[in-house]
């Protein structure tokens, strides 16, 4: 019973972001080299590099125009200062089509979480 309420009281608190800022995008210059975690890095995947969190974790990325995405962290940076996330190219122009950076907040999600565009 103990365990029902705490779940209930869990599921009714605020969701957190992990970061709260400006992301930029990567292009690759040839496909196939690797990122940090030993993952071929691509133009066409939803993936992102982020100087904290586990590799593999899955994060929504949430512009400040409304539109999401879900990306793999497959790396480290960005290694710009005040830049707290870097999205593959399909990432970020499914957020905007011509940005090449946005304001936006990263949320942890599940890791069964498909990885693509929503809104």
């Not at 975690?37 to 990325?61: H, I, Q, R």
């Amino acid at each position: 019973m103990l365990e029902v309420l705490a779940l209930i009281m869990f599921v009714q608190q605020p969701i957190m972001p992990m970061a709260d800022g400006v992301a930029s995008f990567y292009s690759v210059r040839e496909n196939g080299t690797l990122t940090a975690s030993g993952v071929p890095l691509s133009d066409e995947g939803f993936t992102c590099a982020m100087p904290y969190g586990e590799f593999g974790t899955k994060v929504l990325v949430v512009a400040e125009n409304g539109k999401s995405v879900v990306c793999r962290i497959t790396d480290r940076g960005p290694h710009v200062r005040g830049r707290i996330v870097d999205l593959s190219k399909t990432a970020m122009r499914a957020l905007h089509p011509r940005a090449g950076t946005l304001k936006v907040r990263v949320y942890r999600v599940g890791d069964d979480t498909p990885e693509g565009p929503f809104g």
